[in-house]
Structures are given as structure tokens and as C-alpha cells.
């Protein structure tokens, strides 16, 4: 598509599509290639792909070079979207996506389906002269459409209740729905597939009894005309609607927004004016990344020097590597010296201290500068259940600590310090046949999870949940929304860490996100770029599975930046830590608060860094105003060794983040004259 429109061009044929499965109910193909042909536009054509699985689409995108965009229907509106390189703002809010512009390599998604049904909703309002205002619908169904039709409702400011199964918090059941009784309600939305084709003796249940003249029905299938749900309303009068003129104006919106995709965005097509207003005139953010002055401050001339020196050996690979090995072995034969040196160079720039009382000036003097702690007992995990306990103790120890800090609203917890790796392997593939020991481990480590989760919730303190590598990650998930589920329905103690190099990630919060919401509690999300990427690809390749990993730092980038943005958007139902190096992703962050109207102090976001890392993203937030905090590591030197020697030889590999770690620190030196 490039940055031209869609002309006629006979010479080149450009092609549009549809991706789902199965395909045989979608009427897009049959619409579009009319549309073409009463348009005289033959250098288009549209066809159906039909995807068994999501993982196909860049087969498609390669053998079809002028495929310059598609619609997306069902199962894939979400399952698209760790593939894109970016979302419009309004499918961010939606989370889903039913339309995709092409460009070179990059893919866009939009949400058309919030415009098909608001103007489809206006049209039939207008036409039986009936104002937006006064009215209240009810919603039957929670799936993926139910979230179109509530963004739709909201920009015609029309208030609504939503109806499942199940009643959940602010959910009404079909059972509560028939005591309570349609009297409030004048429009009654079913984004259920009840009563479509084939299925048409199927109609939610409601008590069709209790209609009048003064309803409206709206139903969003479209296949057969007239469902019985419509069929019921029209027994007793009620206005009826179905989704085919919603499903026409969808359409149309899509193919405009592939044609104005070089200059257009989403809200301008469909005149949602905020949608453009946010884009204009944006503010720039106060925030200096590059001033050295206040990313140091805290730091003495002599600490200053230490840093540059540690930075300057650990740019050599061949001497950390030498260094890291050697340390770990001098430590286990008690060299003499050995542990005091580490102690007083490596682990006294990333560590706070081998206690909790020991690391408290590191806390206060981060607290001086406006900066939180999170706090982060890095000692890696052991087998034994006494070994197990011993670290569950101690991380209820910090937890007790931390509420005597406002400066400390925050412990981290390494889930591999409360478990054995190999019973989440076994929990992962056979949840349901765990053998009789592995079920006891199984309960002693729900036990400790939960012991750290009370522990939190009375002493008002959040806990983060570190993530491991993909093949323990998925049983980490399970019991770590468990405790969500029960800890977080009135605000966000535990928190889940999603690793944003695996390309299913994205996909992961938003399913965890529609999750929390029906079950009626609040998502804590960190963010991460990862920390495994080695070990991941070479499992994948002895195991003869495709690599979990983005192939490249861009996916993973783009994947990180929409997850953020997603979490903002949703940031009072989902708390984010933002727990990144990378500045750019820390501009957006910023970015997004100020152009949203977002309090820089809101309790559900926050920004972290690793201490002894990026001072000059942590310190300059601080100091403009944001809630940037740092990881304190601390514990034993020689229990904490691992931890340091993963730190030094990831800044080794990241040559270019090692550089600039110390172009800061040879920028204030120079400042101050050393």
C-alpha cells in the first residue's frame, strides 16, 4: 500500500482478505468482491484464508507480497495481536482486533466494530426519534464482543449492566436479571451467539414476558435476519435490530482505513474527534534522561570512581567470565579475602546489604532522592523443604520489614526459592495425575504461596512474582493467579511478571486481564524483557519445538511497548510495573500519563530499575515527580553470588547498554572535575 491510496491500476493486482476459522458462515468475501465490482475497482480482490492455527499467518504474509491488509474474525481478534507492530488506540482499548494494514513489514490493528454498532445503534435511535440520553441497556454476554459493544455504549454516553451465567462482581446472572426485571432497561444488546445459524431454537434467557413497545433488541447476529430473541421482542412490539447493518458499516470503515492508512488514523475516519485531538500538540515530558547531575547525586566522588571502574572491567567478557567462575569456586574452598573483596566492589554496587537491618542505608538514602525499594532476597532456591521454608521465612521477615517504610511498598519474590523446578514441570504437563509425594509438594508450596500472600494483604505491603524460564512459567501463572483471585479483588498485592521476548506474552496479559475482569479483581502486571533468551532457544532446538522467543530485539521491543501502553490504558483495572533499562520504553511511559491525563503518582503504575543500574532513568524520574523505584538485592554474599555473576555477565553481553552505563558516568565525572 505504501503511501499511496487504492487506485485503479490494471498492470497490478492488490489483494485484501479475511483471516479465521472456520470461514464458511463470513459474508466479508461475498460483500467486498460486490463492492469491487460496483466500484470498478478490478485491480482488488478479496479472499478467504482460512487459518488452523494463528502461527500460519506469516506463511501467508510471505507468499502473498500485495496482500496490503485483511479483516480478522473469530478465534483470532485477540490471538492476532502479539503479531502486529502497533494497535491503534481504540482496538488497545477494545483488545481485540478485527482489521490489519500492511506496510512493508510492519502490520497495524484497528477495532471497527465500536463504530459498526454505535452508528448502527444511532441510526436506529434516530430513525424512531429517540434520544441517547435517558436510556440504559443491558448487555447479555461477556465474550469478546460484549467489549466492542460496551466501548460503543460509552462514547454515546448511554450507562449499561452486563449479564452472564455466572454473576460475578457487577455482573448480573440470568437468574438475578428475572427477579430484577426489565422495568430500568430500555436496550437489550446480545452479543451471544444464541440463536445463529444453524442454531435458531437458541435465545438467551430473559424475561421476554416483561418487554413493551418501549424496548429496543439489538442483536449482533446477523445470520439468520431475524433470530428469536427478535422474534420474541416482536411478539410484544419492541423495536428490533440485527447485526447486519452494524457488520456493513464495520466494513466500510475497514476499507477506508486502508485506503487513508498513509495519513489517517482510526478516530479520524470514524470522527471520533478525541481520537485525533490526543495525537496534536503533545507536551513534552519533563523529564531529562541525560542529566548526569541528578542520576548521581547520591553517589560521593569516591563511589563515582568505584563504578566506573567495576563498569570498565565488566566490559571485558573474557576477564567476567574468568572472574565469575573463579569467585564461585574460591568462595566454596574459603579462600582467605575472597568474599571481602566481592564484597566490597561487585556486590556493593548491585546489593544493598546481607540483611534487611544491613541494606536499611541503602533504602534511606534512596528514599532521600525520592526513590522506592523494592525489596528482593536473591538467594536462589534450594530443594529441601527446609530449605524451602527457611526462604518463605525470610521473605515474610521482609514483608514485616517493609511496612515500617513508606520508602518500601514493595518485596519481590523468586518463585524458584519456594518450590522445586521439577515439580512445576510435573504440575505443567500432568496438573490432574500428580503422584502422591508431588502432591503433598504440590499443597506445601500452595501453602507458602499463600503464607507470603496474607502476610502482605495485613501489612499492607505488594509482592512481585519473578518469572522463570517457559517451561515452568505456565505453572508459576496458574498458582500466582490463585492467589490474584484472592488477595487482589479490592486493590493489587500480587503481582505476576510477564517476559516480554516470548512472543505470547502480550496475547497472556490481555486473556489474564479479561480473566481478572470477570472474576472481579484487579491484574498486577510487570513487565520484563527477559532474562533467558540463551537457555530458551537451545532447549527449543534439543526438544525439536519452535523457540518461545521473538527472533529479533525489534518484536520484543514492539511487544514490551504495547503491553505497557495496554496496561495504561487499562489502569483501573490492571497495575503495571514498568521494570525496564530501556529508556525509550521509559519515555513511553511517561509519555502516555501526560497525553492521558493520568496522575504521574497514580498507585497502579510505576517504573524500576535494578539497583546499581540506569541511575539516570531512575533518579531523573524521581526527581520530576514519577514513581520510579529500584530492585535491592540482599542477602549473604555467597548466597547471593549467582545473581551477581547472571548481572555481570548480562552487561557484558549488552555491549551497548554497558556503554552508555558508563558514557553517564564519565559525562559526571567530567562535571565535577574527577
Not at 547 to 553: L, M
Not at 640 to 653: G, K
Request: with cysteine.
Amino acid at each position: 500500500m505504501g503511501k499511496e491510496k487504492i487506485e485503479n491500476n490494471p498492470n497490478k493486482e492488490l489483494l485484501l482478505g479475511l483471516i479465521g476459522y472456520p470461514l464458511g458462515h463470513s459474508f466479508s468475501r461475498a460483500y467486498f468482491s460486490e463492492k469491487f465490482k460496483r466500484e470498478g475497482r478490478i485491480h482488488l480482490r478479496y479472499q478467504n484464508f482460512p487459518l488452523k492455527h494463528i502461527e500460519e499467518l506469516p506463511q501467508i504474509l510471505h507468499a502473498h507480497p500485495n496482500l496490503l491488509g485483511f479483516n480478522v474474525t473469530i478465534p483470532y481478534k485477540k490471538a492476532i495481536i502479539p503479531y502486529l507492530s502497533e494497535l491503534d488506540p481504540l482496538a488497545q482499548k477494545v483488545g481485540a482486533v478485527n482489521t490489519v494494514v500492511r506496510q512493508s513489514n510492519r502490520l497495524k490493528g484497528y477495532n471497527t466494530d465500536v463504530y459498526g454498532f454505535s452508528e448502527s445503534l444511532k441510526n436506529v435511535l434516530q430513525n424512531h426519534r429517540i434520544s441517547p440520553q435517558g436510556q440504559r441497556a443491558v448487555i447479555l454476554g461477556t465474550g469478546g464482543a460484549s467489549e466492542a459493544v460496551k466501548v460503543g455504549l460509552d462514547r454515546l454516553n448511554i450507562p449499561y449492566t452486563m449479564v452472564s451465567r455466572t454473576a460475578k462482581k457487577e455482573i448480573l446472572s440470568y437468574d438475578q436479571l428475572h427477579k430484577k426485571g426489565l422495568q430500568e432497561y430500555s436496550i437489550i444488546i446480545n452479543t451471544t451467539p444464541l440463536g445463529m445459524a444453524p442454531n435458531l431454537d437458541t435465545c438467551p434467557d430473559i424475561p421476554y414476558d416483561q418487554l413493551t413497545p418501549n424496548h429496543l433488541l439489538f442483536d449482533l447476529v446477523y445470520n439468520p435476519a431475524e433470530t428469536l430473541f427478535l422474534k420474541k421482542g416482536k411478539t410484544f412490539h419492541s423495536i428490533c435490530k440485527n447485526g447486519k447493518e452494524m457488520l456493513d458499516l464495520q466494513a466500510e470503515a475497514a476499507f477506508t482505513i486502508w485506503e487513508n492508512s498513509n495519513s489517517k488514523a482510526m478516530g479520524e475516519v470514524i470522527t471520533f474527534d478525541n481520537v485525533k485531538s490526543n495525537n496534536q500538540h503533545q507536551p513534552k515530558p519533563e523529564v531529562d534522561f541525560d542529566n548526569t547531575e541528578i542520576a548521581f547525586a547520591y553517589k560521593s566522588d569516591k563511589e563515582l570512581k568505584d563504578t566506573d571502574r567495576i563498569f570498565r572491567l565488566m566490559s571485558r567478557p573474557t576477564l567476567v567470565k574468568l572472574g565469575s567462575n573463579l569467585s564461585i569456586l574460591a568462595l566454596k574452598m574459603h579462600v582467605p579475602f575472597v568474599k571481602s573483596i566481592i564484597k566490597n566492589s561487585i556486590y556493593k554496587q548491585f546489593c544493598g546489604g546481607t540483611t534487611l537491618l544491613n541494606s536499611l542505608p541503602a533504602i534511606q538514602k534512596l528514599a532521600q532522592h525520592n526513590t522506592l525499594t523494592i525489596l528482593d532476597y536473591s538467594s536462589e532456591g534450594k530443594d529441601s523443604e527446609s530449605e524451602l521454608n527457611k526462604t518463605m521465612n525470610e521473605i515474610v521477615r521482609a514483608i514485616g520489614f517493609a511496612k515500617d517504610y513508606d520508602s518500601v511498598p514493595i518485596v519481590s519474590v523468586k518463585v524458584s526459592g519456594l518450590v522445586q523446578d521439577s515439580l512445576l514441570e510435573n504440575l505443567l504437563l500432568e496438573e490432574n495425575h500428580l503422584i502422591m509425594d508431588d502432591l503433598r509438594d504440590y499443597r506445601n508450596f500452595l501453602k507458602r504461596m499463600d503464607n507470603i500472600c496474607y502476610a502482605a494483604t495485613k501489612n499492607n505491603v505488594i509482592v512481585y512474582f519473578d518469572a522463570e524460564e517457559s517451561w515452568i512459567q505456565d505453572a508459576i501463572d496458574h498458582v500466582v493467579t490463585i492467589m490474584m483471585r484472592r488477595y487482589n479483588k479490592e486493590k493489587a498485592v500480587v503481582f505476576n511478571t510477564y517476559q516480554m521476548y516470548r512472543h505470547d506474552r502480550l496475547a497472556a496479559i490481555m486473556k489474564a486481564h479479561e480473566d481478572a475482569q470477570k472474576d472481579g479483581y484487579i491484574l498486577g502486571v510487570k513487565t520484563v524483557r527477559g532474562a533467558y533468551m540463551d537457555r530458551e532457544r537451545a532447549r527449543a532446538k534439543e526438544k525439536g519445538y519452535p523457540s518461545p522467543i521473538y527472533p529479533d530485539k525489534k518484536g520484543t521491543d514492539n511487544a514490551y511497548d504495547m503491553a505497557v501502553k495496554y496496561c495504561l490504558d487499562n489502569i483501573e483495572t490492571i497495575a503495571l510495573c514498568n521494570a525496564t533499562h530501556n529508556t525509550k520504553s521509559c519515555q513511553l511511559h511517561v509519555d502516555y500519563l501526560r497525553k492521558h491525563d493520568i496522575p504521574i503518582n497514580h498507585p497502579h503504575q510505576i517504573i524500576s530499575q535494578l539497583f546499581g543500574m540506569s541511575d539516570n532513568i531512575t533518579f531523573n524520574l524521581a526527581a520530576a515527580g514519577y514513581r520510579a523505584s529500584k530492585y535491592l538485592p540482599y542477602g549473604p554474599v555467597n548466597e547471593v553470588i549467582p545473581y551477581l555473576v547472571r548481572r555481570a555477565e548480562e552487561n557484558t553481553s549488552i555491549t551497548g547498554d554497558l556503554t552508555r552505563e558508563r558514557a553517564y558516568i564519565l559525562t559526571e565525572m567530567k562535571r565535577r572535575g574527577l
